[in-house]
């Protein structure tokens, strides 16, 4: 991680656990067996998603963070793209979502308890397919959010509850502004490419979501 991440993590007042290392250890990988997603500790259901999805083995970054992001830690990880980020931290925040998933269709049962935040269209769109993919064995509601189409679909999908919310950050403020959700229940906050966020200007737009979200939630910051 660079100074442009830990300003990140500033600006997100987390107190950062635990940072990832995903330099590959040549010595280490040839004395120790890759360990399974079952090793992980993953509910069933999660296995099933990834069987589902055709991946048998772990990534560098996932074998670090889900057991780290399980335990209800603060991360901050870094790794270059295809390797399996997103569900590095994806396939845990499902984990610890599971106690909540409920099949009522009672919106009062699906308040906003995960908030990711990505920079562009194209990456919440990528991380939101993530989150569809693992979670489809568990009865949890996820939506994407983003600019540059009509607010009304996004309203309606709101309203109707949604344990999970990917979303750029100046959309989400529209939604703010529009009342159409609501932050009370949030327990795990996602920063997902944080660098760019910052090279993009997003800084005073993250700054005013983190000061409506509670004090006491779990901070991920991935670049």
């Known amino acids: ?9 500033h600006s997100a007042d987390a107190a950062l656990d635990t940072t990832l290392d995903t330099t590959p250890d040549a010595t280490l990988a040839a004395v120790l067996p890759a360990p399974t997603f079952d090793q992980l500790g993953l509910l069933p259901e999660l296995l099933r998603a990834i069987t589902d999805a055709g991946y048998t083995t772990p990534t560098p970054i996932q074998i670090q963070a889900i057991p780290i992001i399980m335990s209800g830690k603060d991360v901050m990880g870094g790794a270059q793209t295809g390797t399996g980020k997103t569900a590095g931290f994806t396939l845990p925040l499902l984990q610890r979502l599971a106690r909540y998933a409920s099949s009522s269709p009672s919106p009062a049962r699906h308040p906003v308890r995960a908030l990711i935040l990505a920079p562009t269209r194209e990456l919440a769109m990528q991380v939101h397919q993530s989150v569809v993919t693992y979670s489809k064995h ?17 309203i309606a999908e709101l309203r109707e509850g949604r344990e999970i919310v990917v979303a750029t950050p100046g959309r989400l403020l529209d939604h703010v502004q529009q009342k159409s959700v609501s932050f009370n229940a949030v327990e795990v906050l996602v920063l997902d490419e944080a660098d760019r966020m910052l090279d993009m200007g997003f800084i005073p737009d993250i700054k005013r979501i983190l000061a409506m979200l509670p004090k006491e939630r779990q901070s991920l910051l991935f670049s």
């Open 1 to 9: 991680m660079n100074a442009t991440t830990d300003s990140i993590a």
């Open 138 to 154: 568990l009865p949890l509601r996820s939506v994407c959010i983003y600019g540059g189409v009509d607010i009304r679909p996004q």
